[in-house]
């Protein structure tokens, strides 16, 4: 028996192909493809999340985009409404000014209009009255300690009661102080 398990051994070896150069090519071309698939597939996954914190930073780049704009806008408003005043100003400050019993014509400089959308024109220096008048002497009583007329810090309720102080004091008339 010892010969037929030999012969039949080698009948059985004969069915079957042996393993050659073909079937180690097919499983190396298999595993480069399933490796090269590992890594296209890595690949994508790393592009989505690059592409997600991208996304994500240009939506909160944008929104901040959109804050300073509307704060631009709001800016560019209270500088047109400033210019307006200034140039009210300038016009008012020159035809109100001199002694006070004396009122002078109005300027003779045309104030420019103000356009929206446009910066303001520069003002020449030779427009405004180069001699100011005189100061006025204006006697002011030294401040008692309880005088403190400043709203800054103080809640609304203190700032109202401050503002009638402040007003009183200012309205009164002043102590006449005893002449020798």
């Given at each position: 028996?010892?010969?037929?398990?030999?012969h039949?051994?080698?009948?059985?070896?004969?069915?079957?192909?042996?393993?050659?150069p073909?079937?180690?090519?097919?499983s190396?071309?298999?595993?480069?493809?399933g490796?090269?698939?590992?890594?296209?597939?890595?690949?994508?996954?790393?592009?989505?999340?690059?592409?997600?914190?991208?996304?994500?930073?240009?939506?909160?780049?944008?929104?901040?985009?959109?804050?300073?704009?509307?704060?631009?806008?709001?800016?560019?408003?209270?500088?047109?409404?400033?210019?307006?005043?200034?140039?009210?100003?300038?016009?008012?400050?020159?035809?109100?000014?001199?002694?006070?019993?004396?009122?002078?014509?109005?300027?003779?400089?045309?104030?420019?209009?103000?356009?929206?959308?446009?910066?303001?024109?520069?003002?020449?220096?030779?427009?405004?009255?180069?001699?100011?008048?005189?100061?006025?002497?204006?006697?002011?009583?030294?401040?008692?300690?309880?005088?403190?007329?400043?709203?800054?810090?103080?809640?609304?309720?203190?700032?109202?009661?401050?503002?009638?102080?402040?007003v009183?004091?200012?309205?009164?008339?002043?102590?006449?102080?005893?002449?020798?």
């Amino acid at each position: 028996m010892n010969v037929s398990a030999e012969h039949d051994e080698q009948e059985s070896r004969g069915a079957l192909p042996e393993p050659g150069p073909k079937m180690t090519v097919v499983s190396g071309l298999s595993l480069l493809t399933g490796i090269l698939l590992t890594v296209i597939a890595g690949g994508g996954v790393l592009h989505y999340q690059r592409t997600a914190a991208v996304n994500a930073q240009l939506r909160t780049a944008n929104e901040d985009l959109k804050q300073k704009r509307v704060a631009l806008a709001d800016m560019q408003a209270q500088l047109e409404a400033l210019s307006e005043q200034l140039q009210f100003l300038r016009s008012y400050a020159p035809a109100h000014s001199g002694p006070p019993g004396e009122r002078p014509a109005a300027s003779a400089a045309p104030v420019a209009a103000v356009v929206p959308g446009e910066p303001p024109a520069p003002v020449a220096r030779e427009e405004m009255p180069l001699a100011a008048p005189p100061p006025k002497v204006v006697k002011t009583r030294p401040q008692r300690v309880g005088d403190d007329c400043e709203l800054v810090g103080k809640s609304s309720a203190e700032q109202a009661r401050t503002l009638q102080r402040c007003v009183a004091a200012m309205d009164s008339p002043p102590a006449k102080s005893r002449s020798r």
